[in-house]
Structure formats: structure tokens, C-alpha cells
């Protein structure tokens, strides 16, 4: 692959520059499922994008509502003034959340959501005379974006390791157990006493030091990790039991990744807050966004005199007009056709067979999936000299499949609108280049 573009002045994020630019992978235009690069390939997204475009690419509808906002409304200061469509947006998201979340704040990322939850955390223990309560629990292998509380709270050693240092945070222990719940299909059935863990740093801090807890209910980035079962309902059991809040990051597990609008739904686990972006706006425009139960809400707000600012917090662009015009036409579209619960229908029973077809290809020593998510994970001999994830990567992508790794992990998060034929070329592709490399 190349380009003519002169590459050297983008210092592009998460990316192993060097390599990149002796080797690059330019992407030109992109439709349904579907990339196509500027030497022409088509390119399977098996990625939703980074796990965002859920509706799949190219959608004029979510074009026209941008096009249309923009010169309707293009900017107006959300700081004491405000326009219409950023409160249809709330009140159109809320009809999604679980029934105790009712309040929106809205930001440009995943990363600014998990910040403004946590502030708004502190605040509201600070606000209800519980101004001790200031720390956070986190969990091994969680990420939670790339800024300092989430950093902080993230449980991915690389992404912490040269920034210290960070927030008075402690780590629960991953759930990822290979050992006894290899090749599981959906919540894998051990691990629940992984939720006694939250016990003992409650103990060993004391409660009355604790803000919040935050996990997601499904850890992405750090290997597709699935809850076992019961794990999130005994964690929201002791984090009542203790005053302490409980946040789910679902910046990937919402918008219908694993077969409803958001995790909390297809676990019925009610959080105290929920951070989200990506799918919101089917990634095509920047937005973030938490969801406030009342209570937090009600608590921070109604504690400062009328005519005072009740929250120090906020951005330039949250609920920027042409994001939320971007996230209405997204929602008419997930409404329409059905997508927030489509990964637990037909589709999601497809990719979960095919996928565990792959037990016996070389070196997979696991394969986990819930609704249209999913992972292989190599054995890690094979990741003698260096992880083996770009060089895999790479393997796909010249065979037309785009695919993200993590290390010897293989993760795959198609747009919902995936049809069982692309789920087939992935399997093939994955195959192949497991056996090109490794067998
Ligand atoms: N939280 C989770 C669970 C994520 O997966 C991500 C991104 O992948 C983020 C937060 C950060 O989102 P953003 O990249 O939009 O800042």
C-alpha cells in the first residue's frame, strides 16, 4: 500500500507511527459494512469503525440532519444559553436508559464522559456532607480513555505507566479466567467470587473513603472480557450495601452492542450512572454523553441557591447542535430498523457459532462472544518474539477484513447491520491467516 500524501507532520494516536508510515493503511471511503482503500481493496470494517459506527457507514440520512443543522444552527455557547435540538436529544436519549437515569450531561468523547462522571461523583458526595468519600475503584484491564481519572481508574498498565502521578484510585482484579472458562458462549460461568474482591478493598479503604466504583460491564479494549454470571448484580448489591456509587462505562456496550440499548438492560443491572459516546452519534460526529440518575442529580442541583452555576464543569461543544442533529438522525435510524436489539436475534446466533468454528484453528486457545461482539485469543507461544496483534492485523487487512487486536487477542465488533455472509468472510479470513502464520 501507499500514498502520495507526505505523512510525517500527523502524530497519530495509539498507533505504531514508524511502522505505520513505512507501511500504510489508508482508507478512502467507506459504505454499509464495507471500507474501501485508496488502491481500491474492500475492506470488511469487522470494527464498527473503533466499535462506534453501529449502523454501519454511509447512512445520508444522519448526512442530511448535519448538512441541514449546519446551516440552521452551526454553534451556539451551551454555557447559559441553549437551543432547541440539544434538549430533544436528552429527551429522546432518556427514552433508552434505564428508568432512573433521567439526566443527560453532554461531551465530545468517551474519555470526557468517564471525567464528568467522576466529577460528578465527588461533587455529589461532597454536596450530600460526604466530602471524605474521594477515592474511586477501578478494575485491572479496564480503560476508561486516556484522560487522568481515566487513566487513573483504567486497569491497562502501558496506558498508566508514564504519566504518574494519578488519582487515589485501587483495582479489582480482571474477571478474564481462561483456565475455567475457556471457549464460553456469553457469560462465562465461573468467576461470581470476583465480585468478593470489591469486599475486601472496601474493607481495606474504609467506605466512608470511597466515591464510586467504575467498570465496564464488558471490558473492550482490554480483550472483550464478559461479566461472569452474576458478577454485576453482586457488585451493585455492595455498592449499596456501602454508599458508594456505581458507574458502568458502556462508551462500547451501548447502543445495542450486545443485543439491547445498553448493557445495563441486557443484564439487569441498574448503575448510578452511565457514560457513553461512540454509537451515540453512530461515530460519524464527536459526542459523549453521562446519564444522571435523578437522585445525583436533584442532590448537586438543588444544594445552590437559584441563580448560581450548581456544577463548575462542562465543555465548548457539549451538546453541540450538528452532534446532536447527527445523534437524532442515528437514533430515528437504530428505531427504525430494529438495531439495538439485533446482535440478540438471528445474527448474533450466527456470529456466535461461526466464530467458535474456530476453536481448532492454530493456536486459539479461546473464543469468547456476546451479542455481535467477540475474540479469539492465541496461545501466548506464539507471541515469543513481541505480541503478534499488528502483524495479525496486517494478515487480515491484506486478505479484506479489518479487525482490532490486543496482544495475542483478536476482538471483533461488526456494525449491527453485519449480514451472515460478511460474518462468514470474517471466519475465513481469521482462519487463514491463523494458519498462514501459525500453523
Ligand atoms: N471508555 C471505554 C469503555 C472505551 O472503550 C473508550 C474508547 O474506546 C473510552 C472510554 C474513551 O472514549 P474516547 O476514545 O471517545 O475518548
Redesign the pocket.
Known sequence: MSTNTNMDAFWMPFTANRDFKSDPRIIERAEGVMYYTNEGQEILDATAG??CVNAGHGRSEIADAVSKQLLELDYASPFNFGHDIGFEFANRLIKHTPAQLNKVFFTN??????ESALKIALQYQKSRGKAGKTKFLGRELA????NFG?ISVGGLTPNRVGFGPLLPVDHLPHTLDIANNAFSKGLPEQGIDKAEALEQLIHFHGADTIAAVII?PMS??GGVIMPPQGYLKRMREICDQHDILLIF?E??TGWGRLGAAFASEEFDVVPDMI?S??GITNGVI?L?AVFVKDEIHDQIVNNVAVGGIEFYHGYTYSAHPVACAAGLATLDIYEREGLLTRAAGDIGTHFEKELHNLKDAPKVIDVRNYGLVGAIQFDPSVAANGPIGLDFQKGCYKRGVMVRTMGNIVAFSPPLTIEANHIDRLVNVLRETAEDMFG
Open positions: 473503533l466499535w468523547s468517551g474519555s470526557e464522559a468517564v480503560y476508561h480513555g486516556v481515566g465496564e473492550g479494549a462505562d462508551v462500547i457514560t459516546a461512540k464527536p459523549g
